[in-house]
């Protein structure tokens, strides 16, 4: 028997109400989830993290304490699509000496200054042999890039333009203490279940060591949702990822192809606490419920925000949106990778997220999810002319009274709109009223037995 569609029947049965923006309201804080976001990013910041490792181990293990994730290793050398689960890399120490002895870039202070992934050395050499290994930032002489090599065996340090001005023509001793061995790709994934199999995936990638908005901030917010969730009632299963970026995610969708299907929506969350405006990037369908949803809450949020189209170009969105696997997965972001210039540098760090921030993507994402908890398709059950609403106590509820909340404009389109076809979201967004007002209105229709919630989906053997 096919449990899909018969759970809202249960929810009404049993008095449960499908989570929505209003009750998400009720006692929200967005500050002090803000707040307590940067506390966990503060906690992650000075890990060394990359696409597998110890450094992704801890900071998983971490949030552990925060959400009941499971940790999955997978094999060095598992054939993933087109892809390879590479070496499992690690490191301990890393620096360069001067013939004083002096460290003078030394991985202690900052694991930003060794190319992730570099392969272990241990050696002599002069300042030009050793510059031909150096990245730097001329633009912003005092930030150190980040600069990766995961799938070219390389090894180098990043450093400022000042540091790198500074070091004398003599000879250096070089020690990169790492190792790049057989292991395991390590992910965090927690299911949050319901009865119905649908489920809204919400993924964020956690490869990059100490980075701030690229990496911890999209952490933070997964978290954050994730206890939300667990504690409101919902119509979704929800899955939560913390993968690498790319590896993580092919890796994830071919050891996961039978699970595929049962995602109807997603969020890749990234990039969510610099001070710029809130961007969607919509899915490869361009037009899912997901892409409407968040255009549609960030329209009405009263904030500065943008809509971006699908490009094939980004995080993790393109392998939910490659076209065999083609997910309605959308992604949220503030100011878009690669367009500010702390983008994978030292300057993405404490200062450049901030809380206030990170408190509105976590508020505008529970809004989108309500918005997919919530829309659904009802039928009129008075359509030959209007109901009179009067005799029903409605038409009091709308005089104006601002403790219904009941907006009559509302209810005349749920109404006119309610025919079976029309979602609550297409009402919304033809009608120009915020969803949750079109969705109160539909609860207070139904309440009065002028509207009937459409269940098509329910197979007739399960009544
Ligand atoms: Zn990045």
Redo the contacts with the bound molecule.
């Keep these: 028997m096919n449990a899909t569609g018969i759970i809202p029947i249960l929810f009404h049965e049993n008095g449960w109400k499908d989570l929505n923006a209003q009750q998400l309201q009720n006692g929200f804080d967005a500050l002090a989830e803000g707040q307590a976001m940067m506390r966990l990013i503060a906690e992650l910041y000075p890990i060394c993290r990359s696409i597998t490792g110890d450094g992704l181990r801890e900071t998983l293990r971490l949030l552990q304490k925060e959400i009941p994730l499971e940790l999955r290793e997978v094999p060095t050398g598992t054939q993933v699509f087109d892809w390879t689960v590479p070496k499992e890399w690690n490191i301990r120490d890393a620096y360069v000496k001067n013939a004083k002895g002096e460290r003078v870039i030394d991985f202690q202070k900052s694991n930003l200054h060794v190319v992730n992934y570099s392969v272990p050395v241990r050696r002599r050499m002069g300042l030009a042999e050793l510059k031909e290994h150096l990245h730097t930032l001329p633009a912003h002489p005092d930030w150190i890039p ?1 600069r990766t090599s995961y799938y070219k065996e390389d090894w180098g340090f990043c450093l400022s333009e000042t540091q790198l001005a500074g070091l004398k023509d003599e000879e250096y001793e070089v020690c990169i203490d790492s190792t790049l061995e057989d292991g395991n790709l390590t992910y965090g994934e927690y299911f949050l279940p319901r009865e119905t199999r649908d489920e809204v995936l919400i993924s964020c ?1 956690a490869c ?1 060591p100490s ?1 701030c908005n ?2 911890l901030s999209g952490i933070a917010l997964a978290v954050s949702l994730a206890r939300a969730l667990q504690a409101a009632p919902r119509r979704y299963s929800y899955r939560f990822l913390f993968i690498p ?1 790319t590896i993580g995610a092919i890796t994830w969708l071919a050891k996961n192809e039978a699970k595929i299907g049962n995602i109807k929506h997603g969020l890749v969350l990234t990039g969510v606490g610099d001070a710029g405006a809130l961007h969607y990037k919509k899915s490869r369908k361009g037009a899912a419920e997901i892409d409407r949803a968040a255009a549609h809450v960030l329209r009405h949020s009263g904030q500065p925000h943008e809509i971006l189209e699908f490009s094939p170009y980004g995080y993790d969105e393109r392998q939910y949106c490659s076209p065999g696997i083609d997910l309605s997965v959308g992604r949220l972001s503030r100011t878009p ?1 690669g367009t500010f210039p702390e ?2 540098t030292s300057a993405d760090n404490l200062e450049f997220v901030h809380a206030d921030k990170l408190g509105q993507a976590l508020a505008a994402s529970l809004e989108i999810l309500s918005v997919l908890e919530n829309n659904g398709r009802y039928v009129n059950l008075n359509p030959k002319c209007e109901p009179q609403l009067g005799k029903r106590g409605l038409y009091r509820m709308v005089g104006g009274t601002a403790e219904a909340g009941i907006s009559e404009m509302a209810m005349l389109w749920v109404l006119n709109q309610a025919d079976g076809k029309n979602s609550l979201l297409d009402i919304a967004e033809r009608s120009g009223k915020r969803f949750e007002a079109i969705r109160k209105a539909a609860e207070a229709l139904e309440e009065h037995n002028l509207l009937r919630k459409e269940l098509k989906s329910v197979p007739q053997a399960a009544r």
Excluded: I, K, P, V
Aim: proline share 0%; net charge negative.
């Design positions: 980040y990638h990059h980075l690229d990496n970026g990778h983008y994978h």
